[in-house]
């Protein structure tokens, strides 16, 4: 499949979230965010502020090229953390999932999915 023939997916997310990309950070507090992961492939890590949800998503391969493959490997680390009452914030992980694709709409749907969740707790 080549990328340029298609369009890539992008990340959608409710207010709450903080996500750091390859070259900024973005800070959904008021309004929904979507972010091309084309732009993100290196690595993306997001975290919920209200429910401790975290993920850290990977790309290992050839570096982007529009009118080639993608030749790689997507790696995605889902957490979530415990509030602790003592000192009003996140303590340790009460769950970890690590997952591996070498499809970017795999990959897109793994994310997209663990948002959704995150935001439904």
Not at 93 to 101: D, G, P
Request: with cysteine; net charge negative.
């Amino acid at each position: 499949m080549f990328l340029s023939y298609v369009n890539l997916p992008e990340l959608k997310c409710q207010p709450g979230w903080f996500i750091l990309s390859y070259d900024r950070p973005y800070y959904s507090d008021d309004s929904s965010i979507a972010i091309e992961l084309c732009q993100s492939f290196d690595r993306l890590i997001g975290f919920h502020k209200k429910t401790g949800y975290y993920f850290d998503a990977r790309y290992e391969g050839d570096e982007y090229n529009q009118g080639g493959r993608i030749n790689g490997i997507f790696s995605v680390t889902f957490q979530r953390f415990n509030f602790d009452i003592n000192t009003s914030g996140y303590g340790d992980s009460t769950s970890t999932e690590k997952l591996k694709t070498d499809s970017i709409r795999e990959f897109s749907r793994l994310l997209n999915d663990f948002v959704e969740r995150a935001e439904q707790q």
